[in-house]
């Protein structure tokens, strides 16, 4: 790779997001926008030359990126030949370099005992200044079959099985039951995180090229998977793990306790409407604010209630305080489960002066007044011996709080749909269908992503939606 001893000379540096008191003034996206070529160029000459790059393999990306090729032809200022292997495996370099927890990085073999390559920082730099210098272009279709796919979902895997769909020829139409497309794209993920802007841009593209997308039309409610099979050859079904985990603890009735994708959506949407000058969204301003469950969307519940105004945010977290080096039962090249501070995190502490998270905490019931509104909950501290959770006699506490998300993750998709279409379910609930197969129990239903595999990462759910669309070629050339 570029330079041999790169990673011996240079130490990783990752591109600065914007200062925090001043990306907490607005809902813009925290990076800059702007990239220092020259850092990039080195990082991409940390890239090792490695006999086996592991950031391609299982514990790597699922996409399959070419990621030395590309970190390559960036040290070598060729950035155009680098946007073209990039594009090569991955339909939305734009999504997965800004929202992707990076497992390439974790199995970076550099990172055995070094920091890893700047890898997701390289991608969304190579794939921005191919939007900037007009190299990504609408691509025409030569050949077209005659076939028509109904996609339903416009999710990354309902978008990346309609690119190559559409690619190979087919007629593509995209359902989406919201008033905007994108899927969690949209309005599961803020602003900040990743611009609407960036998101429509990537639509208009695809319109450009021959797709049709329909909003507003809920299938399996609006419209059957009946009604559809007769206009259209194949269906894929690529809604999701919508149904979210709740809490079912006393007084779960209080007002005041929402579930995180709600609060996230209610407050992009209001956002993207009116400003929030229709005062639409779930607003934390002057609560005493508590997230329970961590990971990427509790992390977003925080950073979207300290830009409201909430007087204080906390969050629970059930787990113990991670490491902030490898455990002995986590070596490389498995993902890193680490300590790490994310946007929310540096942003409340900011504001607070503290780190929000609070670990190794159950939440055993909520506190309501007369009226029913939410005031508090009651927690106590646990401890895992040998796996099993143990509560700790006498830690029991009271919290102050008007307002609760919930953000422990999804369960399952919902089931209109799947009953509508009268598909089977896996034995987690999932939309039953093989990895790299993608047929449902239903002849000509095909499903792919998280409503498949169950909750997982974006780069997951562009692999699916690749995977599927080659299914349903094949599928329909029999």
């Known amino acids: 790779m570029g330079k041999v001893t790169g990673f011996k000379e240079f130490d990783r540096k990752t591109e600065d997001y914007r200062p925090v008191e001043l990306r907490l003034k607005?809902?813009?996206?925290?990076?800059?926008?702007?990239?220092?070529?020259?850092?990039?160029?080195?990082?991409?000459?940390r890239c090792m030359d490695c006999g086996v790059p592991f950031c391609?393999?299982?514990d790597g990306c699922p996409i399959n990126n070419?990621?030395?090729?590309?970190n390559d032809l960036v040290y070598n200022d060729k950035w155009e030949e680098a946007l073209t292997r990039l594009l090569k495996t991955?339909?939305?370099?734009?999504?997965t370099g800004r929202v992707c927890p990076a497992p390439c990085e974790g199995s970076c073999v550099l990172g055995m005992n070094n920091p890893a390559v700047t890898i997701k920082n390289i991608e969304q730099a190579i794939i921005d200044k191919g939007y900037e210098q007009g190299w990504i272009k609408p691509y025409s279709v030569e050949y077209r079959t005659g076939k028509k796919i109904a996609i339903i979902g416009s999710g990354p895997a309902g978008l990346a099985a309609a690119e190559e769909l559409n690619k190979l020829g087919h007629g593509v139409t995209v359902f989406e039951r919201d008033d905007r497309i994108g899927g969690l794209l949209m309005y599961g993920i803020p602003n900040m995180k990743l611009g609407k802007d960036v998101i429509d841009r990537r639509i208009n593209l695809m319109k450009d090229c021959g797709i049709e997308f329909i909003t507003n039309v809920n299938v399996g409610k609006d419209i059957t998977t009946q009604a559809l099979q007769k206009d259209f050859d194949a269906l894929v079904f690529t809604t999701g793990a919508s149904e979210a985990r709740d809490l079912p603890v006393d007084n779960r009735d209080a007002k005041g306790i929402h579930m995180a994708m709600k609060y996230l959506t209610l407050n992009t949407k209001s956002l993207l409407d009116t400003g929030h000058e229709d005062r639409s969204d779930l607003s934390a301003k002057g609560k005493d604010v508590i997230v329970i469950g961590g990971g990427d969307t509790g992390t977003d519940c925080i950073g979207t209630a300290v830009r409201q105004g909430a007087k204080s945010v906390v969050n629970f977290e059930l787990m113990s305080q991670p490491p902030v080096e490898r455990a002995e039962d986590n070596p490389w090249p498995l993902w890193p489960l680490i300590y790490r501070v994310d946007y929310?995190?540096?942003?409340a502490q900011s504001v607070f002066g503290k780190d929000p998270r609070q670990y190794q905490l159950m939440t055993k019931s909520f506190i309501k007044d007369d009226q029913g509104n939410l005031v508090g909950l009651n927690t106590i501290d646990v401890e895992f011996n040998d796996g099993q959770l143990t509560e700790i006699a006498g830690s029991e506490k009271t919290w102050d709080t008007q307002l609760v998300l919930l953000s422990m993750g999804f369960v399952s998709p919902e089931y209109y749909l799947s009953d509508d279409a009268q598909i089977e379910l896996d034995d987690r609930g999932n939309y039953k269908a093989e990895y790299d197969q993608y047929q449902t129990s239903q002849a000509g239903i095909f499903t792919a992503g998280d409503c498949r595999r169950g909750q997982s990462l974006v780069v997951w759910a562009i692999n699916e939606g690749r995977g599927v669309a080659?299914?349903?070629?094949?599928?329909?050339a029999s």
Not at 28 to 45: M, P, R, S, V, W
Not at 470 to 476: A, F, I, N
């Open 90 to 95: 991955n339909n939305f370099p734009e999504f």
């Open 66 to 70: 070419l990621i030395p090729e590309w």
């Open 344 to 347: 929310g995190h540096a942003e």
């Open 26 to 45: 607005d809902y813009g996206e925290i990076f800059t926008g702007t990239y220092d070529e020259a850092n990039l160029k080195q990082q991409g000459a």
């Open 470 to 476: 080659q299914r349903v070629d094949e599928y329909l």
């Open 56 to 58: 391609q393999s299982d």
